[in-house]
């Protein structure tokens, strides 16, 4: 029997890989290499990996030819790896944040079914890759897909292995933090290891920290990040470590950098936004995820199970299964519930009061809240909790209301509805894709009626169906029309500069996107003043100048003592200005 039983449980879970990778194929496939890099991010690490594969270099990174210490290496391998199977282009830089986040999707759902069931584990991959700012971030060339499957695999290891009062997980989870490390830095072993020790101490088991094994595990740790972070360390003479740790990290935590700063709060608010459409659960599943946490069992509701008998799956794209009796297990138990809410609470409380706030410093506590909501749904489809009447239809209320968000949103964001002021950053063209709203306010119907006639299997199905249709509509499309309003590629076009066999230099005034780098191919210097832009003019080698119009025409023009003219221009929505290519040589045409 039980090569038959591990025969049929390797068939589920091939189905449910299936239907989870192509789920996230659908979200972060499309469009993907479409639209020109986003800056900053984009900019930077799509040029820095560019360098050093053009510098022939694994260790020292640079952006625009200069040593870039904001951030380890580990996405410039994969991106330069990337290039290296497929070109250098936006495609392949973000190549490797959407392989990251399928991977991802397949441990988070490996770690809810080890923890609950099947049914848990499968909807929370479908939670988590089609919540909406996962989805963003998988199509972006940043790290923080990346961190985000460290971090789960750093997880998932330790769950795995310390089952049972085992010891087994100090070794596999000081591995899995030292890819973390090499991704982002210290946080990727400080904030796991917080987890761990609220977790233990919520146990009462802290004496399991008290354990030889952690010099072994310390010595597999620096084994991991040791060659490189000694090596850019030897080879830059400790500036690199210097400017990460003490500039990157130190100086970001305790005051805000780059003007991104936030109130406390400011991170739970944004979760509301950016957890969407699943945020319409969001304060449930936390919710009674706390009270699992607190050994409070649930309680069955025989009644309601009478309901969710009627329920058919039929048609859906997929099929949440029900608990085996194997599953079902002896008993509740709090563990999991524990581990998720110290998971997904040291995130939160760290980067709240963290001076420097940006919404992607929360990306990895989404995978915990994505299980907590799996569980959540899947708890009360199988009648395992008894709830207030009103929280699942105020649940499919906040479900129609996002979507009548987001399709006034996009309406005037694409001035249709034009209340902004005249000087306002619209994107014309957009309006059309406001239709993008019906898809939760049509889920949300299917919804209602389902509750209402107790069909709680297609309630479910219709939540995760229409947060694939709707996230992945979300990601794929409004980004096409908004990319003509970004500056640097059509800039970087119209005036020639990417032209490798010309001789030219390039400089800009007043106005930088670090994309400019990576579509030119070349360094671009900085002129802080007009009396730098003349002398950058007056060398007989063609200079290029990137500068706003505005800036052009009232300070630095006048001041010129050779001939220039404009060869290009184009609108830029991030300055909301129409910025220019001026050169001094003459005889340039301008466009391509």
């Known amino acids: ?62 952006f625009n030819f200069k040593l870039r210490t904001a951030k380890p290496v580990m996405l410039y391998w994969l991106q ?42 499968l909807l929370a991959g479908i939670v988590l890759v089609s919540a909406l700012e996962v989805c963003v971030l998988a199509h972006a060339a940043t790290p923080d897909a990346v961190l985000l499957l460290f971090t789960v695999l750093t997880f ?30 210290p946080v990727g072993v400080a904030l796991p290891g917080l987890v761990l020790l609220l977790y233990f101490a919520w146990n009462r088991e802290l004496g399991r920290l008290l354990d030889r094994k952690i010099f072994r595990a310390l ?30 990290n130190l100086n970001r935590f305790v005051s805000p950098m780059q003007n991104h700063h936030g109130p406390l709060y400011y991170h739970a608010a944004a979760l509301m936004v950016l957890f969407v459409p699943w945020s319409a659960f969001l304060l449930a ?34 099929e949440l299964p029900r608990p085996s009796g194997s599953e079902l297990g002896d008993g509740f138990s709090p563990r999991p519930f524990r ?42 489809r199988d009648g395992e909790l008894q709830l207030p009447k009103w929280l699942m239809p105020a649940g499919v209320a906040g479900l129609a209301f996002t979507a009548l968000a987001v399709g006034l949103g996009i309406l005037i964001a694409g001035n249709t509805v034009p209340v902004l002021p005249p000087t306002a950053r619209t994107f014309p063209g957009l309006g059309p894709w406001a239709v993008i709203g019906l898809v939760p306010l049509a889920t949300a119907v299917v919804m209602a009626f389902a509750l209402r006639a107790g069909n709680r299997d297609r309630f479910v199905h219709a939540a995760g169906i229409g947060a694939v249709v709707f996230t992945g509509l979300t990601a794929a499309f409004p980004a096409l029309v908004i990319d ?47 009396e730098k832009v003349a002398e950058f003019f007056s060398l007989p080698t063609p200079g290029y100048l990137f500068i706003p119009e505005k800036t052009w025409t009232e300070r630095v023009e006048p001041k010129m003592t050779v001939p220039t003219q404009v060869v290009a221009k184009h609108y830029d929505f991030y300055r909301n200005c129409d910025v220019l290519v001026v050169t001094n040589n003459v005889t340039a045409t301008a466009g391509r």
């Not at 589920?12 to 890989?17: P, T």
Request: with cysteine; aromatic share 12%.
């Open 484 to 530: 003509p309003y970004k500056a640097p590629k059509e800039l970087v076009r119209a005036s020639g500069v990417d032209d490798p066999s010309r001789d030219v230099r390039l400089a800009h005034c007043d106005w930088f996107q670090p994309s400019v780098v990576f579509y030119a191919r070349r360094e671009v210097v900085e002129m802080m003043n007009a």
């Open 339 to 380: 581990f998720l809410v110290c998971w997904f609470g040291s995130y939160l409380v760290f980067f709240s009061v963290a001076a420097t706030k940006l919404p992607n410093y929360i990306l990895p506590l989404y995978p915990a809240l994505a299980i907590l909501t799996a569980r959540f749904l899947i708890r009360w």
């Open 285 to 318: 599943a936390v919710w009674y995820g706390i009270r699992g946490a607190k050994n409070l069992p649930p309680s069955p509701l025989p009644s309601e199970r009478e309901g969710t008998a009627e329920s058919s799956s039929q048609g859906a794209s997929f």
């Open 156 to 185: 998932y290891l330790f769950w795995a292995r310390h089952e049972n009062g085992s010891r087994r997980w100090w070794v596999p989870t000081a591995a899995a933090c030292g890819l973390a490390v090499l991704t982002k830095g």
């Open 219 to 248: 010595l597999v740790f620096l084994l991991v990040i040791g060659p490189w972070y000694g090596l850019v360390t030897a080879e830059t003479r400790g500036q690199w470590l210097r400017s990460f740790l003490g500039n990157e």
């Open 1 to 62: 029997m039980l090569p038959a039983l591990e025969g049929a449980d390797m068939r589920e879970r091939v189905r449910d890989y299936v239907v989870l990778v192509a789920a996230a194929a659908l979200l972060t496939l499309p469009n993907l290499g479409a639209p020109s890099l986003w800056d900053v991010d984009e900019g930077v690490n799509a040029e820095a990996a560019r360098e050093m594969r053009e510098n022939d270099t694994w260790v020292i990174p640079t």
């Open 80 to 121: 330069r790896i990337s290039y290296a199977a497929f070109g250098v282009n936006e495609w392949s830089a973000r190549l490797p944040s959407v392989l990251a986040s399928w991977a991802t999707a397949l441990l988070v759902y490996e770690l809810a079914r080890r923890m609950f069931n099947r049914a848990t584990g």
